[in-house]
């Protein structure tokens, strides 16, 4: 997709083709991909896009990927181009994903700009087969290594680059690669004093010599295969979000209240004493983050697992046992211990 491809249309498209747009999500559910006429062209992601091509440019790069959209944020093997969330495409479809999943991944301005730079990243490496270079297998690691379904990072580590969350550039070396090169691309980073006293500097000055290597140069794959594309998808959205769920599904509640009882107490231990689910809430935001971390999973698994945690707790009428400075990582050993089993494949249904 070229810029001026991308600028062909100004205004998102109208009439009976975004019909949907005015429909309540019960109905929205109930409408396949292929009917929903979707298309970068006129989106929300028009701007964001252009100004990723700019950012490249700028950089020097002829090479700019090319983009449509799909189910998820992903760059395939062997075609240098980005598949873009479709609920990106437009304002209606951001807020069914929100109240679906309970976040949008990229849902913001800055949000969207990492995840491009990063997917640019892989695209990328797919162009120029830099994966397949001596010098880069010796910075980043073997390209070849099975990906694992969760990961354990080191916060403290200096030998990586800090972009997306959850410290994602120790999750592999091509995504270590890919989050060196976005950080690379950002024009506001100032990746030289940031890292300045980082082993992950080594990483960024290969990644720049590498770059000044391919300026003006074009790349020998080019494919422009849209892979995964929702165009002719003939599933609805609630087929889709039906699959989306079962894979974050945490265990179902007889499984754990066992571990749940162990946790909290029965009774009060005086008037003063919290519930065991208000304790939580409160603590939500900040178990959400250090856990999905720490376990390196999504932090919807996290949320989905605590969802039901707090529900068993006003069900069984719990309370907070012991203090406060005990509560707290009595509750992250009970919310690790049931997003380890889920992840052992001890899956229950879907709490609704």
Not at 8 to 33: K, Y
Not at 46 to 66: C, D, M, S, T, V
Not at 79 to 97: D, N
Not at 243 to 254: E, G, V, W
Request: proline share 5%.
């Amino acid at each position: 997709m070229s810029t001026r491809q991308i600028r062909s249309r100004t205004s998102p498209a109208r009439g009976p083709r975004r019909a949907w747009t005015r429909l309540p999500d019960a109905d929205l559910l109930q409408r396949r991909f292929r009917d929903l006429n979707l298309t970068l062209k006129g989106s929300l992601l028009e701007r964001a896009i252009r100004k990723l091509y700019r950012e490249l440019e700028h950089a020097g790069l002829k090479f700019r990927p090319h983009c449509w959209l799909g189910e998820e944020w992903f760059s395939p093997d062997g075609t240098p181009g980005i598949a873009i969330p479709f609920y990106l495409s437009h304002p209606r479809l951001k807020r069914l994903e929100r109240r679906m999943m309970r976040e949008v991944e990229g849902g913001n301005a800055a949000a969207l700009m990492q995840l491009l730079r990063h997917e640019a990243g892989h695209a990328l490496d797919t162009a120029f087969r830099l994966r397949r270079r001596r010098a880069w297998s010796e910075v980043f690691g073997r390209a070849s290594k099975p990906y694992e379904d969760s990961y354990h990072p080191r916060p403290g580590s200096r030998n990586f680059v800090q972009h997306l969350d959850a410290w994602y550039a120790q999750s592999h070396p091509t995504e270590d690669f890919a989050e060196t090169f976005a950080v690379w691309l950002n024009p506001g980073s100032r990746w030289r004093r940031a890292y300045r006293d980082w082993p992950a500097l080594a990483k960024l000055q290969y990644v720049d010599g590498l770059m000044v290597e391919l300026r003006g140069r074009t790349a020998p794959v080019r494919s422009r295969r849209a892979v995964e594309s929702l165009r002719e998808d003939r599933r609805t959205l609630a087929d889709y979000y039906r699959t989306k769920l079962d894979r974050y599904a945490p265990m179902s509640a007889h499984m754990t209240d066992h571990l749940i009882r162990r946790a909290f107490a029965t009774s009060p231990a005086s008037a003063r004493t919290m519930r065991a689910a208000t304790m939580l809430r409160s603590q939500r935001p900040a178990l959400r983050r250090e856990l999905a971390v720490e376990l390196g999973v999504s932090r919807y698994l996290i949320d989905q697992v605590l969802r039901l945690i707090v529900q068993r707790c006003e069900v069984l009428g719990l309370y907070v046992r012991g203090s406060m400075r005990q509560a707290r990582p009595r509750a992250r050993r009970l919310i690790k211990r049931v997003v380890r089993l889920h992840l052992a494949g001890r899956a229950g249904e879907h709490v609704r």
